[in-house]
């Protein structure tokens, strides 16, 4: 066990659970990054206690010592006698209620590997804005398919949220969706405070397919800046991007939503948009030339948008939605074609 102190059940924080329905009770992070970090301290100011599992002994240690995150958004301080740290997955699964998954989608797969404990039980939420690669599922389905969650047990945690201006303590808006709206609630009371405005949603699909989506389109953005096209390209193309999110999500899962709901185009402007982007960073190296390997060598943190392209690609040889960006980005991402004839191609299409 990582932990120098010996915790049962028993003896974790007493309050846990009070005051919210016995819907969420005792809550773990499990990752280590700065979404990881940012959910964290939101969390830990409600309930006064979580676990928190990190891959490393010494980020743990280090972490503990300094009293914040050694590796991710090291302004962010914690009152480290608030959390119980574990490098065991295992042993994390076993003492906490709710389990709040935020690791990067390409890893997550690699990271389960590790579980012998059993979570069909657990309330599972994913705040992971990205897809299973190989499988071509998004969390909630990963989850229920491969680990017999049900459905009423799985949430995800999505909107315009950079976990950068969540830990400056700039106003945010949280969506928690869940098919049971009384667990999502209850979580999303964990997450509410005067920066935080939470609600709720049934959507779940819909919301972790725009999550992967906003990424694509981030990097398409982030490819026409570091091509020197201005403001009023950039406009055009998020609206498009826009209609092309619309039009996927209603073929996988239509339902009566609203994509102009903060969730969904909230989700992919900011990304689109903001320095804080790593998928627009990315992308914008592409476009200065770049190769995709050399970007991502520079790159500190992983750009879940290149995954989640390919990805996407394959889900839509199923579905046969019209994507111009999504093929425009996969084309320079995998297919090495110029972006500028990429690019080029795709404001022919455009209106």
Known sequence: MSDSNSYSSSNLHPSLGEGLGGLCGRIAIVGGGSWATAIAK???????????????????????????????????????????????????VSLYDTLVFVIPSPYLKNHLRKLKTRIKDKFIVTAIKGIVPDEN?????????????????????????????VALERLSYLTVGCSDLEKAQAFADVLNSDVIKTTTSTDVIGIEYSSVLKNVYAIAAGICSGLKFGDNFQSVLMSNAVQEMNRFLQTIHPIDRNITDSVYMGD??????????????????????????????????????????????????HCHVNMPILDAVYNILYERISPQIEIKLLTDSFR
Not at 50 to 59: E, F, N, S, V
Request: glycine residues 8%; proline residues 2%; charged residues 25%.
């Open 268 to 317: 992919l402007l900011v990304t689109g948009y903001s320095n804080f982007s790593r998928n627009r960073t990315f992308g914008t190296m592409i476009g200065k030339g770049y190769s995709v390997k050399s970007a991502q060598m520079e790159m500190e943190m992983i750009a879940e948008g290149f995954f989640g392209t390919k990805c996407m690609k394959e889900i839509n040889r």
């Open 42 to 92: 939101i969390v830990v100011r409600h309930t006064h206690h979580i676990g928190w599992y990190m891959r490393r002994d010494d980020q743990i240690e280090e972490f503990r010592r300094l009293g914040h995150n050694p590796s991710y958004l090291t302004s962010v301080h914690f009152d480290v006698s608030e959390i119980h740290f574990e490098s065991d997955l295992n042993r994390i």
């Open 137 to 165: 599922l998004v969390c909630s389905e990963y989850f229920h398919q491969v680990f017999d969650v049900s459905y009423d047990n799985l949430a995800c945690l999505g909107g315009p949220s950079h976990a950068e201006e």
